[in-house]
């Protein structure tokens, strides 16, 4: 999880993974609400077939097409920077490991 403190940090190394700013995908209702940065999966993953291609025709997830094209510290930072769900209390969690979550 990034903080609004951490953005410098954020900043730099989602352009070093992605060679494009994490400001474009930044989503500001769920990043104020939840405390943590947070990003617009949808238009990432339109900015990730624009990049790369229709990889669910190649048979990839999102996450998949990440951590093939580029890299495992990448797909981490995308999993980091994605709120699975938020429960109607309003608490929330983004899985215990068996439950993939986003990735699965």
Known sequence: MWT???YPEL???FFECFRT??????DPLPSLMS???VIDIVAFDEWLH????????DG??????VTEYFGDEAAMLIDDLTLYFIRPDGGGEKGDGEDPGLWG
Do not use: H
């Open 50 to 57: 624009k990049t790369v291609g229709d990889y669910e025709a």
């Open 11 to 13: 900043r730099r190394r």
């Open 21 to 26: 700013g994490v400001s474009e995908f930044y």
């Open 60 to 65: 990839m997830s999102l996450c998949e097409a």
């Open 35 to 37: 405390g943590v940065i």
């Open 4 to 6: 609004f403190r951490d």
